[in-house]
């Protein structure tokens, strides 16, 4: 391990590099900046499924839109939808309200996906990216095109060891953190400090992971306070950064099935999310997807009904 220096809570400060998944796991191929920059990809319009609107973009179309918003300063919020998503989303209105607010809506989960899928088959494995796979994409170009990014979120120290891999790798980026925990009620003495270090620092790109719906809650209460151009949720994005936590194989990813792989890592946090949650989800679906077919018969029914008595 070799120390490096990152920026945090505004003090420059000194941090042992532990060795992080994250840059090898992050993404199948190897991107250069230019690369990520101008990828020749067609962009897809927004669609609808199962209720949810999503924004299809692949990792490379997601750090072109970070860094165009970011240079032109076009405000964007960009989130994204998984199977535990869907579910909050479905109960809790606060959640609905953020997804409300955010223009893009990238799809980070396989059943996200497969959904879409079955209105939308144009749709492939490349437009399932999870906050891993642009993240790492993003890093070079922002350290080349001067980006400022501030992350929020984490448990104390995490953040810390985040910021000291990524400047070990992009010496240029600055970068400045503050973990999530504090009061984030609004008014709080917790709550203004941190939209105080955010509007010193003035970042380009936020990202925020404090976990669903928190940092989704968060944001809907502070976006029309904060002053960074593009505001993005990671989720625990910086644990895999920082190797605190381990990504799933890649092959696992492909197939969708690295919940498995979490859900063996830490049963206790997550056999609700994995193993409750997907039945909830689909019982739902099949509601809708019955409510549905009930108003096309009645709706059918009178219709017929209409053209008898005109006959």
């Known amino acids: ?31 250069v900046p230019d690369q990520c920059r101008a990828p020749q990809e067609e962009r897809i319009d927004a669609v609808r499924t199962g209720g949810l609107r999503l924004t299809p973009m692949t990792a490379s179309q997601i750090v072109n839109e970070i860094v165009l918003r970011s240079l032109t300063g076009d405000r964007l919020l960009l989130a994204n939808h998984n199977l535990h998503s869907f579910y909050l989303w479905q109960r809790d209105e606060n959640v609905r309200a953020f997804y409300d607010l955010a223009e893009n809506i990238v799809i980070d989960g396989a059943p996200i996906l497969w959904l879409a899928q079955k209105r939308h088959p144009h749709l492939g494995s490349e437009h399932r990216v999870g906050s891993t796979d642009w993240l790492v994409r993003l890093l070079p170009v922002a350290e080349e095109a001067g980006l400022r990014i501030a992350f929020l979120g984490g448990a104390p120290g995490v953040g810390d060891r985040a910021a000291a891999e990524i400047v070990a790798r992009h010496p240029r980026l600055e970068i400045s953190v503050r973990d999530g925990y504090f009061d984030p009620a609004e008014g709080s003495d917790g709550n203004e400090a941190i939209l105080s270090w955010l509007n010193d620092f003035k970042p380009d790109v936020l990202l925020v992971g404090m976990g669903m719906p ?36 890649r092959w696992m990813g492909r197939l969708g099935v690295e919940w498995a792989y979490r859900l063996t890592r830490d049963p206790a946090r997550l056999w609700r999310r994995y193993i409750l949650e997907p039945p909830a989800v689909a019982s739902a679906l099949a509601r809708r997807r019955a409510s549905r077919t009930r108003s096309s018969l009645r709706a059918r029914a009178g219709n017929a009904q209409g053209s008898s008595g005109a006959a």
């Open 1 to 31: 391990m070799s120390p490096a220096t990152s920026t945090t809570d505004g003090a420059v400060s000194s941090v042992q590099i532990k060795k992080s998944v994250f840059w090898s796991a992050g993404t199948d191929e190897n991107v």
């Open 214 to 249: 928190l940092q989704e809650a968060w944001i809907a209460r502070n976006y029309s306070r904060l002053t960074a151009t593009v505001v993005c949720t990671v989720g625990g994005c910086m644990d895999y950064v920082a190797g605190e936590q381990d990504l799933a194989p």
